[in-house]
């Protein structure tokens, strides 16, 4: 197939043109800058496309174009400086999707893959794993955007049979992660005493090299089409048994210390750090049964294996 994909020099993307590439798929990359790169000719054709939003041109860029992975967005930030959050990331996320979708309908394009996330169901912890029949609730303006354009991406489908698959990942990690991880990371290499000992929560995490493999197989199956599909690891984790685990790749001392949950709470709440306390106590966690049942996916690296290399990497970055 031919297939393009935006978003290619994220995080996700530079993990996915290489295993694209090995399931012999041509890629090409819908860039914001001529500069962007670098890439083997042989593996990715560049097309660069400028800033998504409502009105971006993606006429070139689709032309004998077989398939499309939509992994661009405005992600989530702590500290979002726009004047009004909602609007920026309805404008890239919602309008921009819309946008290429409703393109790639008219160009022939067959099948739309679309990378969402778990935020376009919920913004908080729940005690009960999320799954295809849990009503989405999102409230933060990242999430509502995933979720408008996931719906105006089925009104598309519905208009012009244009196949459209979704994947929500939980929270990734692995070489060249940021936000959340990185900092996890970079907190238990310190080997610092840290007071998770007593947090007994449960979260699903997807390992990124499993997310690719899992877009890549969403991307060639017949019975993908129109489907929303959860993803994972395996089983989940708690806080506690996810520091342990980086500690080991690291080479480290886990220093856990334990806490009370509800002396930890008090003190994020007088700090003003409850946002955090709330995703490293919290529990998330998914049920990705219908895409292992209905297309046989199994997820090709393990929590530990993804830890380690997500630690090499860590350990190489720091010189």
Known sequence: MRVLLTGATGFVGRHTIPLLAAHGHTVRAALRNPQDGPWEPAVVEPAVVGDIGSGTDWTAALVGIDAVIHMAARVHVMRDKATDPLAEFRRVNTAGTIRLAAQAATAGVKRFVFLSSIKAMVDESRPAPLDEATAPDPHSPYGISKLEAERGLAAISARTGMEVVVIRPPLVYGPGAAGNM??????VATGLPLPLGGIHNRRSLIYVGNLADAVVTVLEHPDAAGRTFLVQDGEPVSTAELVRTIAEALGRPAR?????????????????????????????????????KRLGWRPPHDLASGLRATAEWFKASRG
């Not at 990185?182 to 907190?187: C, E, M, T």
């Not at 210390?257 to 919290?282: C, N, S």
């Open 182 to 187: 990185r900092a996890l990371v970079k907190l």
């Open 256 to 292: 856990l210390v334990p806490v009370p949950r509800g002396l930890m709470a008090l003190g994020a709440a007088l700090t003003g750090t409850r946002a955090v306390f709330d995703r490293l106590a919290g529990t998330l966690t998914v049920d990705d049964g219908p895409i292992r």
